[in-house]
């Protein structure tokens, strides 16, 4: 009689332990799909096929590190105001999947996107974009 216990219950704490009784992060289930993606965005109301017109006519896109060290990407001469700079970082954060501030008057962006930015501008409707 008493394996037949055992057997039971362990049937139990397989089945407690699916449910997440015991694991510590099944709470966090529920909350995956409210956290910001890591996989870029690409909106057509933020990157239309063709670019609008009398946006900035050059800018210039620059790799630097910050205080500590890491690489980040710099935006500069864009020539917007602070509320279109700040609509600007949030479509290029979505399509690139990383973070970023404004300063001033640049963009910067975390991580290398040298090589995506470019293009985002250009549809975005910047006329010019240089590699500083």
């Keep these: 009689m008493t394996k037949q216990k055992d057997k039971h ?4 704490q397989q089945d407690s332990k699916a449910k997440g009784f015991n694991n510590p992060f099944a709470r966090l289930e529920g909350l995956r799909d409210t956290l910001p993606s ?10 239309p096929d063709t ?13 630097e590190t910050d205080r500590a060290g890491k690489e980040v990407t710099v935006v500069e001469g ?4 602070a509320t279109e ?10 399509a ?17 996107h040298r090589f995506k930015l470019p293009d985002l ?3 975005r409707g910047v006329q010019r974009v240089v590699h500083g």
């Design 121 to 123: 501008l250009l549809r």
């Design 78 to 81: 864009l020539g917007l105001p």
């Design 9 to 12: 219950s362990s049937g139990q």
């Design 85 to 94: 700079l700040q609509e600007w970082l949030q479509a290029l954060q979505r």
């Design 96 to 112: 690139l999947a990383c973070t970023g501030t404004v300063e001033g008057e640049r963009l910067v962006l975390k991580g290398d």
């Design 38 to 47: 890591t996989k870029p965005q690409l909106r057509r109301e933020d990157f």
């Design 51 to 63: 670019p609008p017109q009398g946006g900035p006519e050059r800018t210039v896109v620059r790799l």
